[in-house]
């Protein structure tokens, strides 16, 4: 079993309609969790950095972190066309940590 | 803020030849550096841990000779693939910390896609 499970997808959804990523860990020991955006050819670009468990919200995105189930999600509202791109979930335990990265979700967002 | 820059975006090459890719954090000193590898529709997969003014740390299964790392600023490392053959061919992607505090998340630069012929 993988440290970090993430759906493949691809996922297609209609502009405007909210959009759920998701991972599930196994690690009780990652505290740092990130959701990166990356576009074809390009480098992960952060979108959402939290720490431990909760909600954060960042314009359209919103993460959750939920530690006592080992699971985390980004909401994106409102999805546009230019949101389709690969979203990598990525963890790690204390500050000196490397990351541990989900295989990455890919986005369709049609007109 | 939290500018990563790689260069060069895309090299080609004749198999033999060795290729140095850079790193440069713009606008942050990074005591921390990092190298990645990616293949198509894959996650990334990371090669090594580069610290500043000391030797890098190699994943399991990582060739120290063939990858060679050179962190010798704090907002410069390199990466130079020695004697590159078709195999290494890749998108290779490098990232970096802030050394501001210990809790900064980790930036990327935009990758580098090695092509060996």
């Known amino acids: 079993q993988k440290e970090v499970e993430q759906d493949p997808g691809p996922l297609s959804v209609p502009e405007g309609a909210i959009v759920s990523l998701n991972c599930t860990y196994s690690n009780s020991a990652f505290q740092y969790f990130m959701w990166y955006r990356q576009y074809s050819r390009k480098g992960p670009e952060l979108l959402m950095y939290?720490?431990?468990?909760g909600n954060k919200e960042d314009g359209r995105f919103t993460a959750q972190v939920d530690k006592s189930s080992k699971y985390i999600s980004l909401f994106i509202r409102d999805s546009q066309p230019s949101d389709s791109a690969t979203y990598l979930c990525?963890?790690?335990?204390?500050?000196?940590?490397?990351?541990?990265f989900g295989t990455g979700t890919r986005l369709q967002v049609t007109l | 803020g939290a500018v990563v820059s790689q260069h060069p975006s895309r090299v080609i090459c004749k198999s033999g030849t060795s290729v140095k890719i850079e790193c440069r954090s713009l606008?942050?000193?990074?005591?921390?550096m990092f190298w990645y590898r990616q293949f198509p529709k894959q996650s990334l997969m990371l090669m090594a841990t580069s610290n500043e003014g000391s030797k890098a740390t190699y994943e399991q299964g990582v060739e120290k000779d063939k990858f060679l790392i050179n962190h010798a600023s704090l907002t410069l490392s390199t990466l130079t693939v020695t004697s590159a053959h078709p195999e290494d061919s890749s998108f290779y992607i490098c990232s970096a910390r802030d050394r501001g505090t210990g809790n900064q998340p980790q930036h990327f630069g935009d990758g580098t896609r090695l092509s060996i012929l």
């Open positions: 990525a963890m790690r335990g204390g500050t000196a940590s490397k990351l541990t």
């Open positions: 939290t720490y431990s468990s």
């Open positions: 606008d942050f000193q990074a005591t921390t």
